[in-house]
């Protein structure tokens, strides 16, 4: 099978960042991103991360670095390592959880796009016009906004959980409601590329997937999967529609087997268009 080439000397440079990995998955038949998070001590982490793509790249989408490997890599090392990631059809997630002023946000952002990388995940906790405002900026550069809606870890309901007072709410009677829908209603207003939604979470994903309209339908993200409890099959049955997953896969005995079996295994689920 021919695969299309998504590398950014010859990717169609009309295509957002929503429409290219939407492509590739489509292309590869998966819609695993793969995080990868080498533990503290990793010797030669640039060498490891590219090992992986090499390796894992026929059997997913994208990748997702985090600050395992974006704080103790060089600008030329994140630099080489996008542009492989690229040269393998993948796009690029750089996990920073944003979550700062607008001109702070956007100069990460620049520095960011100028290594390769297509797209971050960032906090809604930055309120409804902030969002709008970076994430309009971004998609000027073709880059992509990935924004935090409720989180996979356990503690998450102290926070995405909250209830918060309406601010529509002119009624008499105060209304509260919880802070993970007014993220996901800010994230359909500013047009952001993805939310993420933690697999373990399936309530949650089941009540954003169903209140997107073909127009407003947002792609759902879900890491928590496997190793922190969350299952494949049932988040993309609830409406899931990219599974972040790092250690299951990158901490097993072969990783090549483990990803390839995790992709059969959900090879006849439809993915996001
Ligand atoms: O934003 C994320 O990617 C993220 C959000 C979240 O709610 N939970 C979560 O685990 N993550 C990240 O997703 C990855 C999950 O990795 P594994 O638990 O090893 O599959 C890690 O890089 C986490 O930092």
Redesign the pocket.
Known sequence: MVHIRWSKSNMISSLSFKERICAISKDKKSSIIL?L?PPYGTKNIFDYVIEKIESLSSYSCAI?L?FHVILPLSGNELKKMTKCAHDNDLQVIA?L?LNDIFDTNKVVIQHLASMGFDST?LNPFIGKNSLVSITRYAHSLGFGIIS?VY???PE?VEGYGALIQSQSDHAVETKFLPLYRSFYGNSIIAGVDGV?I?GNRLDIIKECSSKGTPTTNIPIYS??????GGNVKDALASGSNYL?????IIGSNSPVTTIRSIRDSISDRNLYL
């Not at 890491?223 to 922190?228: A, F, K, R, S």
């Not at 972040?244 to 299951?248: E, P, S």
């Open positions: 995080a998070d997702k985090n996990d959880k995940i935090l989180m996979s870890h998450a993420v933690g890491p928590g999967l496997i190793t922190q972040i997953i790092g250690r299951a």
